[in-house]
């Protein structure tokens, strides 16, 4: 039947070279062909003819992830799911529906413009959500409301079964549900381990009756945003370790699940000497009772010992772009902060980076010895990259309020993160900029092996911002193995899962979950 088939995209078109790249420009694929499909069934046809070939196939939605899971040579086939970017309420599953291909301000958009309502994704406008919500999914409402995950419904995934038939199956949260396993996995196990996703659908756990605003978050209609920063030239190391040491121990005291602060997200970005400033962007539900009172409180812990006055964010931080309008806290409308955190991303508007990430889960405050390592690296002065930074992201509040083992992300007791990453344009600075990142990282977490192993202190990786280091031995020296680090106790279920639904491997990258 006419028009049924999915557009395909060979090196011979003028268009494959802008397909075969995502967000991180260090990884270019050579793939056969790269599909375009429109439908599900499409995608379903096109798995079924990789398969029969015996060629390898992958996904992307958004592109952003930063290895070379996607865009690797031995894929044959890329499936880019961009078309497939629908947002709406599905009155027979009574729940809205979020296809794989939709990007996450396009989702906000549409959500809260319609109904009222939002998901308390990420803060990255183009991130897609397919592999955002497959690994978790955190942003900054996360500590009001959890993670995306935890309002995740049902998903529509496209399998290959232990005959190697193509099959498109809906699991669901519902306990009676037999393909309940395959929607638990993607509440966390990430992308690309066990079919492709199609769409997903969200509905409140806790929410009742049919009326669609009823059935997810309602954002703040308000939100106190500031961005300040600190002059490199007036941080001492004294003032510094105060800076970071008042963060953790802020976050420690503050992030339970009913805490008064859990509309609070605030982002240190301690960028490296070379750039001049280190910044916080925070982000206050402005209708919590005495907001404003809060918000100054917060700030007065933040800044501590800290006996230089912040001023205007001035320099471009991590992939924020400068915002020195926001140096005295303001009231904007929930959509259009968030239409201004999403978009003022030099990252995201710049598509000639090359990029590399690392992350870690705080269960407590950063240790002395972190701290300095932090100061250490942020201040050598054999690199001067504006963009190196590492980023403490607020966690904990209602994501803790859910079990480990609930959905398949195991992190529910950590308070912050950290998020460590720089970006360039030359090839040729590859070597040295990685050398520094993993130096970087490597001192900060030497006594457990050059990684942030699960202990009293730091627990494990964010699968979201994968890192192939973490597979290779002399560079993680733990002994905890990458998926423990990614998955905890919930690893041997995926695993379970990907043996039910994936038997063959025929979904799999350099970190996918392992058969059995």
């Not at 959500?111 to 959500?129: E, I, M, N, S």
Request: aromatic content about 10%; charged content about 20%.
């Amino acid at each position: 039947m006419a028009g049924t088939k999915a557009a395909v995209v060979t090196p011979a078109d003028a268009r494959y070279p802008d397909l075969v790249r995502g967000l991180n420009q260090r990884w270019v694929g050579r793939p056969d062909e790269v599909v375009l499909p429109t439908t599900t069934a499409q995608v379903a046809d096109a798995v079924r003819e990789a398969v029969r070939a015996g060629r390898r196939i992958t996904a992307v939605s958004g592109g952003h992830c930063f290895e070379d899971f996607a865009f690797n040579p031995e894929v044959r086939v890329v499936v880019n799911l961009a078309a497939l970017n629908r947002v709406y309420f599905d009155h027979e599953r009574g729940a809205f529906a979020v296809e794989a291909g939709a990007r996450l301000l396009d989702v906000y958009e549409k959500l809260y413009r319609f109904w009222g309502v939002t998901l308390p994704a990420g803060v990255c406008y183009t991130v897609g959500a397919g592999g955002h919500v497959a690994g978790g999914g955190f942003g900054f409402l996360s500590r009001r409301f959890g993670l995306v995950v935890d309002h995740l419904h049902a998903v529509e995934v496209v399998v290959v079964d232990g005959r190697g038939q193509v099959r498109t199956v809906v699991a669901t949260r519902e306990e009676d549900d037999p393909n309940r396993d395959l929607w638990w996995a993607h509440t966390g196990g990430g992308g690309g381990n066990f079919g492709i996703v199609t769409r997903y659908w969200f509905r409140s756990p806790d929410a009742t009756g049919t009326a669609p605003e009823a059935l997810l978050p309602v954002p703040p209609p308000e939100v106190f945003v500031v961005a300040l920063s600190w002059s490199w030239q007036d941080l001492t190391e004294e003032r510094f370790t105060a800076l970071v040491r008042n963060y953790g121990e802020w976050h420690a005291a503050n992030s339970a699940p009913d805490s008064p602060y859990a509309g609070l997200f605030a982002m240190l970005i301690l960028g490296h000497r070379s750039n001049g400033e280190v910044s916080l962007i925070c982000q206050l539900d402005a209708t919590t009772p005495d907001a404003r009172r809060l918000l100054d409180d917060f700030l007065a812990e933040l800044t501590r010992g800290v006996d230089v006055a912040a001023g205007p964010m001035t320099a471009r931080q991590g992939e924020f772009n400068p915002m020195p309008e926001l140096a005295a806290p303001r009231t904007l409308p929930w959509l259009q902060a968030t239409r201004l955190f999403g978009t003022t991303d030099g990252m995201l508007n710049d598509p000639s980076l090359r990029i590399d990430y690392k992350s870690a889960y705080m269960r407590r405050p950063l240790p002395p010895h972190h701290i300095a390592a932090l100061y250490k690296h942020l201040t050598r002065t054999d690199i001067a990259n504006p963009s190196a930074a590492v980023q403490l992201h607020s966690f904990g509040g209602r994501i803790n309020a859910v079990d480990r083992t609930a959905t398949a992300s195991a992190h529910r007791d950590s308070c912050f993160k950290l998020i460590y990453f720089l970006q360039w344009t030359d090839e040729s600075d590859d070597a040295a900029s990685i050398a520094w990142l993993r130096e970087f990282y490597e001192e900060v977490y030497a006594d457990t092996g050059g990684v942030p192993v699960s202990d009293d202190t730091t627990d494990g990786c964010y699968v979201n911002y994968p890192d192939i280091d973490l597979g290779d031995p002399a560079r993680n020296r733990s002994g905890v193995p990458w998926h423990d680090l990614y998955y905890a106790e919930n690893y041997p279920r995926l695993q379970r899962v990907k043996a039910e639904w994936d038997p063959h491997d025929v979904f799999r990258h350099g970190q996918s979950v392992r058969l059995p």
